[in-house]
């Protein structure tokens, strides 16, 4: 397949006066494939003996976003020897004499940002910049010293206060840099039915920025594609054989003077199926005020799983329970607390009916319909949930970010 005429500006872009690109917009727009081909043809072209780094939210994402399409281009195949070195993320190139190294870093992971720190650079491509710290980016743009290096940037719009849009979607000129806008009609990969299909997954701010590419503020309700009727369901509308076919995990939110909070959730055919919770809200005069020790949640989990085993998700910062879950011989997991990764993938699930939950889940139903965006912090750059009623949601959150990548692709489902 032939390339879209922004793809082939990429292509271009070393070729230009230009050191920096940058481009952002719509998913599955065809930015990180056509940057990644562009990057690599680039270094292999013009330098010799160099360090290069491919930076994406943590290297597992590397890998699946650029590596793996990387090596599976057969005009690359045929005009390099490539090699990836796993243990070590890097790839080894070469065509002739002319050999460089491309690092794989991750902005989320501790050990990226003690590494990139001591590299010299000739290039960096940061895929899905504004998704990394600000002092990951910077430091890895400072790594760049070696003549004729460029940057390479590509993103989904964040809030309109973001600091990477105000640095450099705003200020190209102040960088040199050439601003490229994508939408899914720059990807000529996209089937009619597919692009409907991705734009059927999100809804509001969502909507906006995933597929129209703008940098818009989220404010308000953030589930609000979560609909009373067509999210929920009764026992008797519950599949036959939702317990014994389901694959069931139970995911908690851990307070001791906030409220703590188990969802049993069972994943089967492909949805997912919140199935009943427990609550302890030790602020909620009904239960005497009183706070539960770690040994009492437990054995409130215990008879919560009615004797049976399935993987526990728990909140990464209640340690003293997870320990005393553990004790109990019970299969616990610290979730991933990926904040906005996991509303991201949730709105997903919710906006596409993939996300039900049983009527019987009154705190989790009346949370997901008031849990709001923290207007304050948004309006400054850093989107985040206002930390009020949130302890359904926390506990659902835990459990998506634990579902696999393809689960949000709709081409697989
Ligand atoms: N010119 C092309 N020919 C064939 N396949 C393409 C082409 N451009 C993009 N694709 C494919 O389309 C899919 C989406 O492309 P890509 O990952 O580059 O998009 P993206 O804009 O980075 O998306 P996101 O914002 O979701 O990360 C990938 O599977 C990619 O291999
Ligand atoms: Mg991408």
Redesign the pocket.
Known sequence: ????EK?RTVLRFPYTGYDALI?D????????????LSFFLWAMSNFRDCSFALCGKSVGAVQR?MVT?LLGVMYLQEQFDIKYNRADHVIVARRGDRENRFYLFGGKDESSAALIQGITLAGVLL??AALMPRSFVEQALARCSVAGSKLWF???PEGPEHWFRKEWILKPEKHNALHLH?TMDD????TDEIRERYKSMYSGVFYER?ILGRWVMSEGLIYDMFDTDANTYTDAQAPASLHFSGVRTVACDYGTTNPTVFLDIYDYDGTIYVDREYRWDSRDMDNGGRQKTDEEYADDMEAFLHGDQCAIIVDPSAASFIAALRRRGLYVVAAENDVLDGIRRTAALIQRRKLLANKTCAGLIGELGTYLWDEKSCKLGVDKPLKERDHGPDALRYYVNSLPDWRFDVVQT
């Open positions: 397949m032939g390339f879209s793809q481009c917009g719509a998913v599955r727009s065809g930015k990180t494939s056509v940057m990644a976003n399409p895929d899905e590509n993103c989904n994508f990807n000529p990969s996209l995933f």
